[in-house]
């Protein structure tokens, strides 16, 4: 390996006071839910709001005169992106950021805000990966890599060091992984100081490029996830070789595990976790018989997630426990119907969020009408008790799916 651990040493102090030794909390919450002692390292409270800070500082407090001089340019979709424009700034070098064309306003906006000059090209990182080796050869700038760089990964393997010198008896560290460039600094730290722990890498299902490199496989890598910061099709080449040495497992984890995650950040911490920085508590809640009973480390790694998806999960998941729910009223097309069924749900306590009436139907009589109600309920019970309200007044009642709108009668179903 490139990296060793007396490199770590020597960026953990290069890293004092320039980054935020950010806290190490245990969650008697996120405890109890997964029967594991959890305890979170929250790199959300960086100045960029992600770990990336680590690396990015080192790889540029490495450059020499000439090189700071020429300027660094980067490929990213976000949280890299925002780290090496921020640190670039403060050390007075001038920074290129190459990123999608499609990279949402906001990211943009904070790249730029930190004085960075940004360049919208490709559909995909990867895409961006040409323009990026175009301006290298016409500018001589020096590439800033987001993981497949041995500074990049000594300043990510800073936290593990942080981690069990707070918690020295973690049984157990869940990193995700991306490029890999965080699990393979932080399984080199951990190892030097307890060589017996188990060290576990998340990816999303959705892009499984450690995975198939480790272990050599071929699923396929796209899609749309809400864990886009380690949404990688190519894993680093350094990267995967010390993962591959060092890693118990790597685990993936569905879109549907990762909301799950992210909105318990949110419930339970009352803190902010993109899809990325919630896929270790993602891989924790998935599979809690591994991890019962025993002292888990996670890294919660960034906690740039856009308002309107966070609200999208908070809402999703309100639907899966039942608290949120649409149901479908079959009714006689006459005046006074509508009221009858708004006061036999507000006598019950469900709240009416929304409503919408349709007569067109080909299923409903011509004569007849569908109401669909959107209603804030306390739970399965309580959507039971609505619907038997209604039943008792000789409606016909559906609950429907959310989302999907597929009618079932079965209010008591498991969570999707």
């Known amino acids: 390996m490139t990296v060793t651990i007396e490199d770590i040493h020597t960026a953990r102090q290069a890293l004092e006071g320039q980054v935020v030794r950010t806290p190490m909390l245990y969650s008697p919450k996120l405890s109890d839910i997964t029967g594991a002692e959890i305890w979170v390292k ?37 949280n890299h992106a925002q780290a090496v424009a921020y640190h670039a700034k403060r050390l007075g070098i001038p920074a290129t950021i190459v990123m999608p064309q499609f990279t949402p306003f906001t990211k943009v906006e904070r790249t730029k805000a930190h004085g960075a000059e940004v360049v919208l090209s490709g559909e995909t990182l990867d895409d961006a990966r040409a323009t990026v080796e175009e301006i290298i050869t016409a500018r001589g700038l020096t ?16 936290i593990a060091l942080e981690m069990l010198e707070e918690v ?3 049984d157990v560290l869940v990193i995700p992984i991306g490029g890999g460039g965080i699990l393979a600094g932080n399984a080199i730290s951990s190892r030097s ?8 890498g998340v ?18 890598c796209g899609g749309i996830t809400l864990a886009d910061g380690i949404a990688v099709k190519s894993a680093g080449l350094k990267t995967s070789a010390i993962i591959e040495k060092m890693a118990n497992d790597i685990r993936l984890v569905s879109e549907a595990q990762i909301e799950r995650a992210v909105n318990a950040y949110f ?10 920085g919630a896929s270790p508590l993602a891989a924790v809640m998935a599979d809690p018989e591994h991890f019962a009973g025993r002292k888990v480390g996670l890294i919660l790694c960034g906690g740039n997630i856009d308002p309107r998806i966070m609200a999208s999960v908070i809402y999703r998941e309100l639907e899966r426990e039942l608290r949120i729910v649409n149901i479908r009223v079959t009714i006689d097309d006459r005046p006074g119907v509508l009221a ?30 569908e109401l669909d109600f959107m ?4 739970g399965p019970d309580h959507v039971d008790e609505v619907v038997e309200a209604l039943e008792a007044a000789d409606f016909n009642v559906r609950v429907l799916d959310s989302p999907g709108g597929k009618a079932t009668p079965n209010t008591k179903r498991p969570p999707s």
């Open 168 to 170: 020295p008896d973690l």
């Open 42 to 78: 929250y790199e959300n409270m960086q100045v960029t709001n992600s770990f990336k800070d680590r690396g990015a500082y080192i790889r540029l407090s490495k450059l020499d005169a000439e090189q700071k001089q020429k300027g660094v340019i980067a490929m990213s979709a976000g």
């Open 203 to 220: 990816e999303a299902e959705l892009y499984p490029s450690m995975y198939n490199l480790v272990r050599g496989k071929e699923m396929k």
């Open 267 to 276: 419930g339970h911490q009352k803190t902010s976790a993109e899809g990325a």
């Open 340 to 369: 009858a069924i708004s006061t036999i749900i507000g006598e019950t306590g469900a709240n009416i969020l929304e409503v919408a009436h349709s007569r067109m139907f080909l299923e409903v009589s011509a004569k007849g009408a």
């Open 375 to 378: 209603i804030e309920t306390r």
């Open 193 to 200: 100081l307890n060589p017996e722990i188990e060290l576990i």
């Open 143 to 158: 590439l800033v890599h987001p993981y497949d760089d041995d500074d990049v990964i000594a300043g990510q393997g800073t």
